[in-house]
């Protein structure tokens, strides 16, 4: 069973049955699962959900799938808080915590969403999935569509880094470059829907992904003890995971596990691709798209969200903000946490700590709040500095090196 009652279109509030195969609303917005939440909070309860085990799917009573045999397992676990002691930032606030989602099978945060996705295809019927993406989106596909026995196939820009395309080849789906950026690989996906009749699983254009990524705010308020933080630093490209805690943190109100505060939420971006920064400054509802965009971020290289509206309301309605970073602070801060904590980020991650530090400077955040930054994916997946020392035990004086330190 589940506790779906209906979809919802985002942007006008029309309803849409529940269980039926659905991408966006007849108005292109994405559509909101909504529940039954005063026969879910019945059928739960926190000290209950304490005695479980395992990873997103603790939360069951939360996601629309609807029999048990669906839901998908790679091992899934919450991930962890770790806080920042030793970096220059970190020195300065209060609490300052990193959440994880590296530890999560094939190394980010796009495990949530495609684990959810990918079994409400299988349980709705449908056998070949399609989507376009910037890397770590296409790898969680391809595990968890071979997981159900479901067909794949990935677009993805040229410059796309090789071992997230072997990645994604090796876990199944087939995989394909493209002279372009993602949403250049999107429309060649909406373009294929008729012709080849694989389902659109693109950012937002399913009702589902947002459903997995919500279980970042559960866990949040779980860990806090059902205290959410201060403020919430999200690396922003089509902002699914920020959308989706916004969700999450209103379904535990409407159940009565938190109270009606809300952290601050930041929407973190690279000065080379910030349509949702540009739209927030210029006070708009909607973002432009971005033209000519480039990041060593990837996973926030989207020139445009199909859910800009979304991101920019819940930022604005948090009191939050959003933050571009350059890119040589991206670099500094990934090296920095990196030596000063032993915490290996991913570049969107590291522009996350940038944020905070700019936040910081700029008076939006307070030296006592309690600060989350989302690391998105390990930082193993991306290019490291070069190693280029040598060692001689022979050589004259060789340990002197050592000697002082």
Not at 59 to 81: C, H, I, K, M
Not at 346 to 353: L, R, S
Request: proline share 5%.
């Amino acid at each position: 069973m589940n506790f779906v009652s209906h979809l919802e279109c985002s942007l006008t509030g029309k309803r849409y049955p529940a269980g039926e195969v659905m991408g966006v609303s007849e108005v292109g917005k994405p559509l909101l699962v909504r529940y039954d939440l005063e026969s879910l909070g019945d059928a739960v309860s926190k000290a209950e959900l304490a005695t479980r085990r395992g990873g997103l799917w603790r939360y069951w009573e939360f996601l629309p799938v609807s029999q048990a045999e669906n839901r998908l397992d790679l091992g899934e676990v919450v991930t962890p808080l770790i806080r920042l002691q030793r970096s220059f930032a970190a020195r300065e606030s209060g609490e300052l915590w990193v959440k994880d989602e590296g530890r999560l099978p094939t190394g980010s945060f796009k495990a949530r969403g495609l684990n959810v996705a990918v079994a409400m295809a299988k349980e709705l019927g449908l056998t070949h999935l399609a989507m376009p993406t910037n890397g770590n989106a296409g790898a969680a596909l391809a595990a968890y569509a071979s997981r159900a026995g479901l067909q794949a196939t990935v677009f993805c820009p040229a410059d796309t880094p090789e071992v997230n395309l072997r990645e994604i080849a090796f876990q199944g789906a087939a995989v394909y470059r493209v002279d372009g950026l993602i949403d250049d690989c999107g429309r060649i996906v909406g373009a294929g829907k008729d012709l080849v009749d694989w389902f659109d699983l693109s950012t937002l254009r399913e009702p589902y992904r947002i459903e997995g990524k919500k279980t970042m705010g559960f866990e949040l308020a779980e860990q806090f003890d059902w205290e959410l933080p201060d403020a919430i630093f999200y690396p922003t490209g089509g902002g699914t995971g920020l959308i989706g805690m916004w969700k999450a943190f209103s379904e535990l109100e409407a159940i009565g596990w938190i109270g009606p505060e809300r952290p601050k939420m930041f929407a973190v971006q690279s000065e080379g691709c910030a349509p949702i920064v540009r739209a927030f400054v210029e006070g708009k509802e909607f973002a432009e798209p971005w033209e000519d965009a480039y990041t060593i971020a990837a996973g926030i290289r989207v020139p445009v969200a199909l859910g800009d509206f979304l991101i920019l309301r819940a930022v604005r309605d948090s009191g939050g903000a959003a933050i571009a970073v350059t890119e040589a602070d991206i670099i500094e801060c990934q090296a920095q946490v990196a030596n000063g904590d032993g915490l290996l980020l991913c570049p969107e991650g590291a522009a996350t700590y940038a944020a905070y530090r700019q936040a910081r400077l700029d008076g939006l955040i307070d030296a006592g709040d309690r600060v989350v930054l989302f690391n998105c994916a390990t930082g193993l997946k991306y290019p490291m500095p070069e190693v280029t020392a040598t060692f001689d035990a022979e050589a004259p004086n060789a340990y002197s090196r050592f000697l002082n330190g």
